[in-house]
């Protein structure tokens, strides 16, 4: 037993010194495939934020795409991208059609936006010079059927005082007849008592 926990931990030795070694060896190996994977990160991540600015918020106005668009086109794909460069490049025209297309798309929509608040400005003027215009006629109306009361008053009013006076002149025709009338009796009356 004691033999066997000697080779067992030989063997245990020997597993732990060729891993060492394996390690060692295979440490630049790793390293590289490492960078390597950190290169191609880096590339995609470029790509990948190319790519982002195609995901135009609906909300973006058209200067906002503008701005995009210009950053797009400012950003510069060359060689330091290897053979990632293609892909980059592919990626910038695509984005940059993407973001004309919905610039065109914008401006249309802001255009019709522009349009339909002038027609409804334009619609609040003429419902308010139609309200405007109705006050007016309403005044003009209330006016003129105040005129017209007013006349019909003072046409009354005359007829009334017109038949008034004819009932006094009557009345005093009727008192001065009837005064005749009297001094006559009393004229009489006193003929006869003559």
Same mark, same amino acid.
């Given at each position: 037993k004691? !033999?066997?926990k000697?080779?067992?931990?030989?063997?245990?030795?020997v $597993?732990? +010194?060729?891993?060492?070694?394996?390690?060692?060896?295979l440490?630049?190996?790793?390293?590289w495939?490492?960078?390597?994977?950190?290169?191609?990160?880096?590339?995609?991540?470029?790509?990948?934020?190319?790519k982002?600015?195609?995901?135009?918020?609906?909300e &973006?106005t058209?200067?906002?795409?503008k701005? $995009?668009?210009?950053i797009i086109?400012?950003?510069n794909?060359?060689?330091?991208?290897?053979?990632?460069?293609k892909?980059a +490049? *592919?990626?910038?025209?695509? /984005?940059?059609?993407?973001?004309? /297309? &919905?610039?065109v798309?914008?401006?249309?929509?802001?255009?019709?936006?522009?349009e *339909?608040e002038?027609?409804?400005?334009?619609?609040?003027?003429? =419902?308010?010079?139609?309200h405007?215009? =109705?006050? &007016?006629?309403e005044? /003009?109306?209330?006016a !003129?059927?105040? @005129?017209?009361?007013?006349?019909r008053?003072e @046409?009354?009013? $005359?007829?009334r005082?017109?038949?008034?006076?004819? !009932?006094?002149?009557?009345? *005093?025709?009727?008192?001065?007849? !009837?005064?005749?009338?009297?001094?006559?009796q *009393?004229k009489?009356?006193?003929e %006869? %008592?003559?």
């Open positions: 004691a !033999q066997i000697l080779i067992d931990d030989d063997r245990i030795s $597993v732990k +010194k060729f891993d060492q070694l394996r390690d060692e060896i440490a630049p190996r790793d390293a495939e490492q960078a390597e994977e950190d290169r191609v990160a880096k590339h995609q991540d470029v790509i990948e934020s190319i982002s600015y195609a995901a135009i918020s609906s &973006a058209s200067s906002d795409i701005e $995009v668009a210009s086109e400012n950003t794909i060359d060689s330091s991208l290897e053979e990632f460069e892909e +490049k *592919l990626a910038k025209f695509e /984005t940059l059609e993407k973001l004309r /297309t &919905a610039l798309a914008r401006e249309k929509y802001e255009a019709e936006q522009a *339909l002038n027609l409804r400005l334009a619609e609040q003027a003429r =419902q308010q010079q139609e405007d215009a =109705q006050i &007016a006629r005044a /003009t109306e209330k !003129q059927r105040e @005129a017209e009361e007013k006349a008053f @046409a009354e009013r $005359v007829q005082e017109k038949v008034e006076s004819e !009932q006094r002149e009557a009345k *005093l025709k009727h008192e001065a007849e !009837q005064a005749l009338i009297r001094e006559q *009393l009489e009356q006193a %006869q %008592q003559a």
